[in-house]
């Protein structure tokens, strides 16, 4: 598809899975930014077709790279959507309610046809693509191209999985995207963060294996640093583990539902159909009591031990920064299946402007009326790609009460993984978020510190290296918004300097006479 939509650049030269890719892929995705350059920002997405050990093999890297490749994924007309075009949709599943007169009705068939699409479908292994190849003995992560990214990396990690976990208590599926360390053939590391919904998964199981006995369920929540391990004695091997599955180089809407912040009670398979508008194919895995999408290129099954915790790190990170090593679960192979020739997905991350931006952004534009259904006087959101988007959120709200900036920061930390965000910036609605130029002036002239500065604490995304404890440290919002009387602001407030519109009209007819241009 990315071929023939001319996004796909092939790459013949002989080039290594260590560091090479990821260079090539790094300049790549960097370029175009700068003002008047000729490429298009992020570039082509790239097939590298010689790596080297790995004759045969194909690495499809920089896939969501650019707005154009986002828009493709997510199934949107490239030249005439805009990424908002999603959130219309999702605005109008949310809008519906009940029909009164039978036009109403058949006005709802797009939407109600919208949601028929959402379901997944199973289907059997004989027509799973992703099963042309199932290896239950002998099997080695060595046959793939797995990248090694960055020099200080504490080796080669396969950086686009989409994990797949069942909650132990409601039967949910939850596919998150969490990278995996390759420690040798069989065994790689599961680097769900403490916060996301495996890690949760994760604890059920703990919970369950302790019995009731809250002491020791608050005693394992606190051991290893929160990632909620304990050496739990003597299980039986059904009770030890919790089973997951690896989809990689999946349909780029599944992949993509992988990153996406959605609540615990939302499966991504859902997210994923609504996305391509087309029911996500799953098939039954062959070791483990889990689906996958039918089409990926390549399976990975096995178990996280619930007893088991390794070092895993050091990464080059999102961040600009290298996360250090920290015990992580340990996840072990129990199969591979595959497709014929498969090609092997991937990801570099490192300083911004990356892939990740523009996967960031999607979820940016998609969120927003989610953002809105708890907060409404929401107008617009910029969550700025140099701050690695959970360091800074700039929201416009359309102020009526006062106190109303304060309480949209707190609704943002206590809303799913907004809850990192280090700062908020709200700003009054007519103040375009998109413009740093204009929010910073807004910033700048708008606050009093010292009453317009918060403070609070919170959780933290575990890859900050600032914080005063790994997890959990201070986060601050900033009021920039004009302040009121109500808000015990009784001086006046300046207007803005506008010029006004007579004057601009005629000096618009005189400006190719003044020889300006
Ligand atoms: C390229 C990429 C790599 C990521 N790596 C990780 C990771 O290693 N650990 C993690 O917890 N989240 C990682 N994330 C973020 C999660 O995928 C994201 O928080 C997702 O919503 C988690 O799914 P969940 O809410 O179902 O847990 C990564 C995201 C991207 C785009
Ligand atoms: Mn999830």
Not at 19 to 29: C, F, Y
Not at 110 to 133: E, H, R, S
Not at 351 to 356: A, C, H, S, V
Request: hydrophobic share 40%; charged share 25%.
């Amino acid at each position: 598809m990315l071929d023939k939509a001319g996004e796909l650049h092939r790459i013949r030269a002989e080039v290594s899975p260590i560091l090479e890719i990821a260079e090539i892929t790094d300049r790549v995705s960097k370029s175009g930014f700068a003002p008047g350059a000729k490429s298009t920002p992020g570039g082509p997405a790239l097939l590298f077709e010689n790596v080297k050990g790995h004759p045969g093999a194909r690495v499809l890297m920089n896939q969501f790279g650019s707005e154009r490749r986002m828009k493709l994924a997510l199934g949107l007309d490239p030249d005439k959507s805009s990424l908002d075009e999603i959130a219309g949709r999702l605005r109008a599943l949310m809008e519906i309610k009940s029909p009164e007169g039978f036009l109403e009705k058949l006005k709802m068939l797009p939407q109600l046809a919208a949601i028929g699409n959402v379901f997944p479908k199973t289907i059997a292994a004989k027509d799973a693509p992703c099963k042309d190849v199932t290896l239950r003995d002998n099997f080695s992560l060595d046959a793939f191209p797995i990248l090694q990214c960055w020099p200080l990396d504490g080796g080669r990690f396969i950086t686009l999985p989409c994990v797949v976990t069942r909650d132990p208590r409601t039967g949910r599926r939850n596919m998150g995207m969490y990278r995996m360390q390759v420690y040798d053939g069989q065994t790689t590391g599961m680097h769900w963060q403490r916060q996301k919904n495996a890690a949760e998964h994760l604890r059920e199981r703990l919970r369950a294996a302790a019995g009731d006995a809250t002491a020791r369920v608050s005693a394992m929540a606190e051991t290893a640093g929160g990632t909620a391990h304990m050496a739990v004695a003597n299980l039986d091997p059904a009770q030890d583990r919790l089973e997951v599955a690896v989809a990689i180089g999946t349909d780029p809407a599944t992949t993509f539902s992988a990153i996406v912040p959605a609540p615990p009670e939302v499966e991504e398979y859902l997210i994923a159909g609504f996305l391509r508008q087309q029911p996500v194919e799953l098939v039954k895995c062959e070791t483990v009591d889990l689906e996958v999408p039918a089409h990926a290129e390549i399976i990975l099954e096995g178990y996280v031990r619930l007893d088991e915790l390794r070092s895993e790190g050091p990464f080059g990170d999102h961040t600009g920064f290298y996360t250090p090593a920290e015990d992580y679960p340990v996840f072990h192979l129990t199969c591979i299946t595959h497709r014929k020739e498969p090609v092997y997905s991937a990801t570099i991350v490192g300083k911004p402007p990356q892939e990740d931006a523009w996967m960031g952004k999607a979820v940016e534009r998609i969120f927003l009326p989610l953002f809105r259904l708890t907060l409404p006087e929401i107008v617009d959101i910029n969550l700025p790609i140099e701050a690695v988007f959970h360091n800074l959120m700039i929201v416009s709200i359309r102020k009526s009460y006062a106190g109303q900036a304060r309480k949209v920061m707190n609704g943002i930390w206590a809303m799913g993984q907004a809850m990192f965000t280090k700062c908020i910036i709200v700003v009054d609605e007519d103040c375009d978020v998109q413009n740093l130029a204009e929010v910073t002036l807004r910033v700048a002239n708008n606050i009093d510190p010292e009453r317009d500065i918060q403070f609070t604490l919170g959780p933290i995304d575990s890859l900050d290296h600032s914080s005063r404890l790994p997890n959990y440290g201070s986060k601050m919002g900033i009021d920039a918004t004009r302040k009121w009387a109500a808000e015990g602001f009784t001086r006046p407030w300046p207007k803005e300097i506008v010029m006004d519109a007579a004057t601009k009209v005629r000096i618009d007819l005189l400006w190719k006479s003044l020889g300006l241009e």
